[in-house]
């Protein structure tokens, strides 16, 4: 449900989180309290109530299935509700009408062109449907000159008495439009800038609106909602905070979209975000999982590769362990966008809504559909048991196709590890041509790489894996301190002066030389790399030990490189990596 694609330091553009969804929109009107003329008494909806013009709260339903209508896409929302050959409109039981943006003084502006037709419009529709219609409220920074998601905006809007005031304005749009509760889209992700630092000061003032608001729908009878990213990082809401909502929220919006999928591992996995809100105290049914209806296929990527949506809405109907709801972003794209690969509209045949209705009833899941997905599952789960190296630790595969060309996505993937030893993870990502799987071998899990570099760059041909070095919990799905939101890098969670040498198991292909590099993190600013080691392979594993003695402010490491080197191209190189461990062999 993003706008914008934030811009990203280079080295972490692989990792980048495939959101966001290009939205152009501006305030207009103050909604709730602006047009006298077209405005509906509570006495009015309370009215329509009584004679079934809202949606039945009781309704019977197998899993929910929800879907937005962005501020920009009203026209195109309309064309794809409007065309029973497509189907969409029967494949929902909720719609969230993601119109209205707060503003610094407490108020609520709906976004774009959108007016009060518009809004009756899909309320009427939605409720002939017995489709209940939830007003999405969103934090636009437009009106700041900062297009986008803008948390600051959020800070300004809820201080003081802002969260009561801006409660009173969404319960008074609630009112106004017959709606059936109210869905909460206030996200954020970590960019430079006066408010990119997320501080557990913003946790506490999110969970003071949502308990707020849920004191005063639940006695109308209305629901409320909330939108959070899927795992936790460098972005807001997040799985930290979910917690906190347990018995005032309805439903969890879960935005892993394209960086969830079926067979995916670790946060991939629709089963980890599953498992992780039943820990939380919600129901299963509770959880919303979000999917991309911009792409047809999704592993990892917006490239529209990988599994389709066919085979994962399967795998969310069938494969979970519980039965957990969808949430589509977004409803209009069938006739607002065109998937850049293939030239064509995506989400443009009746399959997956038809896919969505099977949602709404009761059914046996059928297991059968699970099999092609679960050996990549039992790998993982067999690899954790035998661990990255011989104390506790653990290789966890992500994909990582993110904007790669063609040539470059076979056998692409990303890992992150958690070394409970040393209560640190490892963030892995690529420089170069490089393509990098796991295996197991005598024992170990592997993280294999093979480099091949037909061209120069600045005279050079280079190639390799860089892993930075987390605070403890970053990669997990676990109550994280505030310093793992905006510092990747763990800056002073992690004292590496207690050691005096870092470990690695390598094994190279005969010939080739590769360099060691340490980066050294002096502040959330400031990177360097302080040491570099060269190795001579010969093709046999070897205990690689770094003297950390050597390496500037080694309290605040940041990255571990491993990186081939060479002068000449074509260049084609083959590396294993058994373990990294402090002050301990690792072969």
Not at 93 to 120: C, H, K, P
Request: negative net charge; charged residues 25%.
């Amino acid at each position: 449900m993003s706008i914008s694609r934030p811009s990203l330091p280079l080295a972490i553009t692989t990792m980048c989180i495939a959101f966001f969804c290009g939205c152009e929109s501006s305030s207009g009107e103050q909604a709730g309290a602006t047009s006298s003329t077209d405005d509906q008494t509570d006495g009015d909806a309370a009215a329509n109530q009584e004679e079934g013009g809202a949606a039945d709260q009781t309704k019977m339903v197998g899993q929910e299935v929800m879907a937005w209508v962005p501020p920009y896409g009203v026209q195109t929302g309309k064309e794809v509700w409007n065309s029973p050959e497509l189907g969409a409109a029967d494949s929902l039981t909720r719609i969230g009408l993601q119109f209205w943006t707060l503003t610094e003084a407490s108020t609520l502006e709906y976004m774009n062109s959108v007016t009060d037709d518009d809004v009756r419009w899909f309320v009427e529709q939605a409720h002939q449907k017995d489709v209940l219609a939830l007003a999405t409220i969103m934090n636009e920074g437009t009106q700041l000159g900062e297009p986008g998601f803008h948390w600051g905006l959020v800070r300004t809007a809820l201080k003081d008495d802002g969260v009561e005031k801006v409660a009173a304005a969404l319960l008074e749009i609630v009112g106004k439009f017959d709606l059936d509760g109210i869905d909460l889209d206030l996200e954020a992700w970590k960019q430079d800038g006066p408010d990119s630092t997320y501080t557990r000061a913003d946790r506490e003032l999110f969970a003071r609106l949502v308990a707020t608001l849920s004191e005063q729908l639940k006695p109308q009878g209305k629901i409320l909602t909330a939108a959070s990213f899927a795992f936790n990082g460098r972005a807001i809401p997040q799985p930290a905070w979910w917690g906190d909502w347990a018995g005032a929220v309805d439903s969890i919006h879960a935005m892993g979209y394209v960086e969830t999928f079926a067979g995916g591992l670790g946060r991939a996995d629709y089963q980890e975000v599953q498992n992780f809100a039943l820990s939380q105290g919600f129901d299963a049914r509770q959880l919303l999982i979000g999917v991309p209806a911009w792409v047809d296929a999704w592993e990892g990527s917006e490239n529209n590769q990988g599994v389709t949506n066919l085979d994962n809405l399967a795998f969310l109907a069938n494969c979970l362990d519980e039965k957990s709801g969808v949430a589509v972003w977004a409803f209009d794209h069938p006739a607002a966008h065109i998937i850049p690969e293939t030239g064509t509209a995506p989400w443009s045949d009746t399959g997956p809504w038809q896919a969505l209705q099977a949602f709404q009833t009761e059914t046996e899941q059928d297991k059968s559909v699970c099999a092609p997905f679960l050996p990549n599952r039992a790998l993982f789960d067999d690899m954790s048991y035998s661990g990255q190296n011989r104390y506790g630790g653990n290789w966890l595969a992500l994909n990582d196709l993110w904007d790669r060309p063609e040539s470059k996505r076979d056998e692409a993937t990303a890992v992150m590890t958690y070394d409970s030893s040393y209560d640190l993870g490892f963030g892995e990502g690529v420089w170069g041509d490089i393509s990098r799987g796991y295996r197991e071998e005598e024992d170990r899990s592997l993280l294999s790489a093979t480099i091949e570099v037909s061209t120069l760059e600045d005279g050079e041909a280079w190639g390799g894996l860089w892993m930075e070095f987390l605070p403890r919990d970053c990669s997990r799905f676990d109550e994280i301190g505030d310093e793992c939101n905006w510092h990747p890098k763990g800056l002073g969670e992690f004292d590496a002066s207690a050691y005096d040498q870092l470990h690695i198991g390598l094994r190279c292909d005969a010939g080739a030389t590769v360099q060691l590099q340490i980066e050294t993190q002096k502040d959330a600013e400031n990177a360097a790399y302080s040491y570099r080691q060269e190795v001579d392979c010969d093709g046999e594993w070897a205990d690689i030990a770094i003297d950390l003695s050597q390496v500037d402010a080694r309290s605040q490491l940041a990255r571990l490189g491993v990186v081939v080197v060479s002068n000449e191209a074509p260049l084609s190189t083959s590396f294993d990596i058994a373990g990294i461990s402090f002050d301990t062999e690792v072969l």
